[in-house]
């Protein structure tokens, strides 16, 4: 194969000795100002066998297209210093180019933009990155076409040179218009990749140029179709359609169809079977005198893709004899261009089918997304009663080892399921685009702190030993802290996980070149070869034992990579194979500078809890509810729970609280429209509104903060941040939420 222009290594440029190779060859333009775009372009096209011509600009196509002929050019859209369009517009004004076949590849086409390519001749629009079967696919097409083209030629060449040196000056005159009408045929017909408009090109090209009636017959896979073409002189007669499922045409004719297609050659109608056929048997008009006639197959190798009957008002002389030659040429270019509308077709057909299926992969990928978020949203709700009754019985139990070995296990396996459930939360947020960053300037060492000790239980209860390397000037960056830390927490939790007992866990960070790098090492099992290259896909894990050890969902690692990527940055795994460790390395963009340490936000502070607090907690999930209850009771608070937004409103004036609990998804009213019309209650307007609910997403917290809310917590929550938020909260008796108590008992409501 050789390649020409400003490619880049290791492409060749063939000698001298080449020459005759080449013109065996089509040549093949590819145009765009990028060179690692030319490299793919050359790797995807270079299975072609073809002369592949490689420039990056505009003005350096245009001087190839003048120097040689192509079968098909590439034109990238935009380029620096004349874009696609103009290029191709250009292209168009030489000669030798104007019926050149132009693909443009471009990384975006709306409808304007594409209308203006076909206007210029484009044949297709390839969105880059290309699918390399579709592009090779699509090239090949017209490379196929524009050798059997010139294939055609030369065979056409060589027989006008024959019969040029066997006849006269006029057999010679007579042949070279002959040439001139094929060649003329050729172009007609290879510019367009629809068998119906190809028909009509073809019948327009025998009439009334060559003949004065034309018939043609398509097939397919051997049988005829039941649609026929007529062409005939005079205005709207030109082409006329007949079906023929009921013998509508002729017996000769159609007996004469059925032998040309089954002979594979030319055959000629008797006079008398002429002389019986009428206009009216063909939709035509007008008397029909034909003296002549010859049915023609369309040949592509031994397969039949058409036959082509013509017939004339002269009889059966020298010069009919030399027009049905040529009839049989033009009848071999016209079944060169059906077959490229029917290779065309195909590959149109296998690109739709190909779109069918991503949109339906993208359909079920979207509803699976949609199935996790309901999915962990759902969990959240028997997650925060479980957890609020642990609370209770730890209160209440009596001092047995047994009783607080059992509190421990349930609040691990808790706090386990909650992780688990908030990771397949988080994922599908990431996957439809759902989590904003709460960028601020982050300290690499406060995010590798936290993480370490969010993940500290979980490695000494396995016994291993971790190793923290940090540097001694402050790295930092503009990131999300929180989920900085979630990044580098589950890493620590898949070292741990899947190291054995008494592993060793490293942890270093280091700044160069303007990027932060987080490296998590252990000495665990490693990762198999093959699971390697998808260590980071939704739910995948190595192979599993039969005691399923490790756990988790295969969840974690994609969290982690999609957040990581949320920054800008990238994550990588390495492992030398089974019982070799693993590596994980985070690469994020970062900043590094010696700066005053953000003071976080004090938690908060636990103080004695006020007592005698009235509370009303609103909750559909009656378990939920109760358990919140019986927890706050222990605290001396006094408790009412209902179980709808009603209700609330309904108890509100009469119970006074001081603080509600409220749930977001209640039935008939929910949380939101029932904390704004406790807002405008005299009784409630100044309570603590506390929002209790699963949707944690930024616009909910947003919007819980509009609808009046002074504090939103994310079920399961701690009992005891509840608590901790009461007893800060400033005791302000609500004296007239107490008048109107007391004149609702004197009415005895």
Not at 380 to 406: G, H, M, Q, S
Not at 596 to 621: K, W, Y
Not at 692 to 702: A, F, H, M, P, S
Request: hydrophobic share 45%; net charge negative.
């Amino acid at each position: 194969m050789k390649r020409d222009g400003p490619a880049p290594a290791p492409f060749a440029v063939t000698g001298a000795d080449d020459l005759d190779v080449w013109d065996e060859k089509s040549n093949i333009l590819v145009v765009d100002d990028l060179p690692e775009k030319l490299l793919v372009f050359g790797t995807v096209l270079e299975d072609l066998g073809q002369n592949l011509v490689f420039v990056n600009s505009g003005s350096d196509a245009l001087r190839e297209v003048l120097n040689r002929e192509f079968a098909v050019i590439l034109l990238d859209v935009n380029m620096p210093d004349i874009d696609g369009f103009e290029t191709a517009a250009l292209i168009r004004k030489y000669k030798r180019s104007a019926h050149t076949p132009i693909i443009f590849i471009t990384a975006y086409a709306d409808e304007i933009q594409t209308a203006k390519g076909y206007s210029l001749g484009a044949v297709d629009y390839i969105l880059s990155p290309v699918v390399p079967d579709v592009l090779r696919s699509k090239v090949k097409v017209f490379v196929d076409l524009h050798q059997m083209q010139r294939r055609v030629r030369r065979q056409a060449d060589e027989r006008v040179a024959l019969v040029a040196a066997e006849t006269a000056r006029l057999q010679a005159e007579e042949n070279d218009r002959r040439s001139k009408f094929l060649s003329h045929a050729s172009r007609v017909l290879s510019g367009s990749l629809d068998v119906t408009i190809g028909t009509q090109l073809l019948l327009e090209l025998v009439v009334p140029g060559l003949a004065s009636f034309a018939l043609l017959q398509l097939m397919e896979d051997g049988s005829p179709l039941s649609q026929v073409t007529v062409g005939a002189p005079g205005a709207d007669q030109l082409v006329a359609v007949v079906k023929t499922p009921h013998g509508r045409l002729p017996a000769a004719m159609q007996e004469a169809l059925e032998e040309a297609a089954l002979q594979k050659q030319r055959v000629v109608l008797s006079q008398n079977h002429l002389r019986r056929m009428s206009s009216e048997s063909f939709g035509l008009s007008g008397p029909m005198l034909l003296r002549s006639a010859v049915a023609v197959p369309l040949l592509i190798g031994e397969r039949v893709l058409g036959v082509l009957v013509v017939g004339t008002q002269q009889p059966d002389s020298v010069k009919a004899v030399r027009d049905w030659a040529a009839l049989e040429e033009l009848a071999s270019r016209a079944a060169i261009a059906f077959e490229n509308a029917h290779l065309y077709r195909s590959l149109q057909a296998e690109i739709i089918e190909r779109r069918t299926a991503e949109a339906e992969l993208q359909e079920a990928n979207q509803r699976k997304d949609e199935f996790l978020a309901m999915l962990s949203h759902e969990l959240r709700n028997p997650l925060a009663p479980i957890r609020n009754a642990l609370e209770v019985i730890r209160r209440i139990a009596p001092p047995d080892p047994k009783f607080t070995w059992a509190g421990d296990v349930m609040d691990r396996q808790v706090r386990h399921l909650t992780r688990l459930v908030e990771e397949l939360l988080d994922v599908a947020r990431i996957s439809q685009g759902k989590i904003q960053l709460n960028r601020e300037s982050v300290d690499l060492a406060a995010v590798i702190a936290q993480s370490v000790e969010t993940a500290q239980p979980f490695i000494d209860a396995r016994g291993h030993t971790l190793t923290v390397k940090l540097p001694e000037t402050p790295v930092r960056l503009q990131g999300d802290f929180a989920r900085l830390a979630q990044v580098v927490s589950n890493l620590l939790h898949n070292a741990a996980k899947y190291s054995e007992d008494g592993g060793r866990i490293q942890v270093e960070l280091a700044a160069q070149d303007g990027e932060a790098q987080i490296v998590v090492r252990d000495n665990g099992i490693g990762i198999e070869p093959a699971l390697l290259p998808r260590m980071f896909d939704l739910f995948a894990q190595g192979t599993r034992s039969l005691d399923r050890m490790q756990g988790g969902l295969g969840v974690g690692l994609t969290l982690a990579r999609r957040l990581v990527e949320l920054h800008g940055g990238r994550v990588e795994a390495k492992s030398d194979g089974p019982k070799q460790g693993a590596e994980f390395l985070v690469t994020i963009p970062c900043v590094s500078v010696v700066g005053h340490e953000p003071q976080p936000a004090d938690a908060f502070r636990t103080s004695r809890p006020a007592m005698g607090r009235r509370i009303l907690i609103v909750d559909d999930n009656q378990d939920a509810a109760e358990s919140v209850a019986q927890y706050l009771q222990l605290e001396g608070h006094e408790v009412k729970t209902v179980g709808d937004g009603m209700q609330a409103l309904t108890c509100a004036p009469v119970f006074a609280p001081q603080i509600v609990v409220l749930d977001i998804g209640l039935p008939v009213l929910d949380g939101y429209e029932v904390a704004k019309r406790m807002r405008m209650l005299p009784a409630t307007k100044d309570a603590l509104l506390v929002a209790l609910t699963g949707y944690g997403q930024k616009e909910d917290q947003q919007r819980a903060r509009d609808a009046g809310f002074d504090k939103h917590f994310v079920k399961p929550t701690d009992p005891r941040l509840l608590v901790e938020l009461i007893s800060q909260w400033p005791a302000r008796p609500p004296v007239a939420a107490q008048d109107e108590t007391a004149t609702a008992e004197s009415n005895g409501r």
